[in-house]
């Protein structure tokens, strides 16, 4: 069913009364604008399932109320861009929400298991995928758009009750709470500088060059929202690594930026400059601390190590490594810092074991093939 009024919004909502779950996903596009435009909202509870056109005349006031009930867990399958967009255009936070890829992980369907792939193993049906890669904006919508976003959703809820009973099985239920409780937090939809300067992919920079690269992104940031189109239309990130590690001083020297060129001059160039001179005239003391440089990074030794021991440990609880822990987060725990993977469900998992490793209280060995853990004495 497409809903494009107002009176029919409210029958369906009526009609959903108040389930145990609802499934949601959403279609939107994101090209050209920074705040992507949300397009579809498709909502469905066993028989009940609808796809709600925000772009034609209607009120979504219904819909948000609805969603905004702690009654109903809100189960969408990767949840980061959807909640996203429910923060952006209508500061919500559907809570309780519970992302079935997350939830795959947690029941070993490996990294980021796609959506196809655990409809499929449910409940045996293949997804058309011949509509994914189009402009959900155009109206009117053909059929085919409209089956294809009702199918996204209407499996969505069968695979959420066999994930459940997967979890139930496993006893994995405070993992799934404590993950769900993050995806709940709007702090997680707020702009952080050093979230984008690490995204740019600069390392072992000085000081007043990492707080260059912070104030520039946040620049970009704002002139981006503000202008509502994409952080790269105002400054390409191979663009800014070039001024970071070379810093104009004019703009002359700015117009040779490759990506930059003419548009020096206007008044993104001036403002640009104005960031430089900004971090520039800050003292040591209001800088960032120092980066590490190649020699204090995580020996990679213990790297083989750490990688080693979660891939056991992983294979042998069958979860998905990366849940677990990243890269990122390895290295952090080789050269002593502070992860979440040294607190809640993880830590029992590997957090604890990773710490003995470290202090050379386990050790690893092959027996038969298989690795297993040693204790040392």
Same mark, same amino acid.
């Given at each position: ?20 779950? @609802? ?16 397009? &579809? ?18 009120? /979504? ?8 009930? *702690? ?20 500061? &919500? ?30 409940? *045996? ?16 919508? !053909?059929?085919?758009?409209? +089956? ?5 959703? +209407? ?7 066999? /994930? ?7 006893? =994995? ?8 409780? #993050? ?8 702009? %952080?500088?050093? $979230?984008?300067? !690490? ?28 202008? #509502?189109?994409? !952080? ?17 001083? %004019? ?13 020096? =001059? ?6 640009? &400059? ?18 590490? %440089? ?7 030794? @213990?790297?083989?190590?750490? !990688? ?6 992983? +294979?042998?609880?069958? $979860?998905?490594?990366? /849940? ?22 993880? *830590? ?17 060995? /092959? ?6 853990? $040693?204790?040392?004495?």
């Amino acid at each position: 069913m497409l809903i494009q009024n107002t009176a029919d919004l409210k029958k369906f909502i009526a009609a959903l009364g108040t389930p145990p779950y @609802v499934a949601i996903d959403t279609e939107f596009i994101s090209e050209k604008t920074y705040y992507p435009q949300l397009c &579809l909202v498709q909502v469905a509870y066993g028989s009940q399932a609808a796809v709600i056109d925000p772009l034609s005349d209607l009120d /979504l006031e219904p819909l948000i109320k609805f969603l905004k009930n *702690r009654q109903i867990v809100k189960v969408l399958h990767a949840a980061d861009q959807d909640l996203m967009i429910l923060w952006n255009n209508f500061k &919500l936070v559907p809570t309780p929400v519970f992302d079935t890829q997350i939830a795959a992980m947690v029941c070993g369907f490996g990294d980021q298991v796609s959506y196809g792939q655990l409809v499929k193993a449910f409940t *045996r049906t293949k997804l058309d995928k011949s509509s994914q890669i189009i402009d959900w904006s155009k109206r009117p919508l !053909r059929d085919r758009h409209i +089956e294809y976003a009702m199918g996204d959703v +209407e499996n969505l809820g069968p695979v959420y009750e066999s /994930l459940l009973k997967c979890i139930d099985k496993r006893g =994995r239920a405070n993992w799934i709470e404590e993950e769900m409780l #993050n995806l709940s937090d709007s702090k997680r939809f707020a702009f %952080n500088p050093d $979230v984008q300067a !690490r995204r740019v992919k600069m390392r072992f920079l000085s000081p007043r060059r990492l707080a260059t690269l912070h104030e520039l992104v946040s620049w970009r940031e704002r002139r981006a929202q503000s202008q #509502n189109i994409p !952080r790269g239309w105002i400054l390409k990130d191979l663009a800014l690594r070039d001024i970071v590690s070379n810093p104009p001083e %004019n703009l002359e020297d700015l117009g040779r930026v490759r990506g930059i060129g003419g548009n020096a =001059r206007g008044s993104a160039g001036r403002e640009i &400059l104005q960031c430089i001179r900004t971090v520039a005239a800050l003292p040591p003391s209001a800088l960032p601390p120092k980066e590490s %440089n190649n020699d204090e990074q995580a020996n990679e030794s @213990v790297m083989v190590l750490l !990688r080693a021991l979660l891939k056991h440990i992983c +294979e042998e609880n069958e $979860v998905a490594p990366k /849940l677990v822990a990243t890269k990122a987060e390895l290295e952090q725990i080789a050269l002593g810092g502070t992860t979440r993977v040294g607190t809640g469900w993880r *830590r029992e998992v590997f957090g604890d074991l990773a710490d003995k490793l470290l202090k050379r209280q386990i050790a690893l060995a /092959l027996a038969d093939g298989k690795i297993e853990l $040693v204790k040392i004495n």
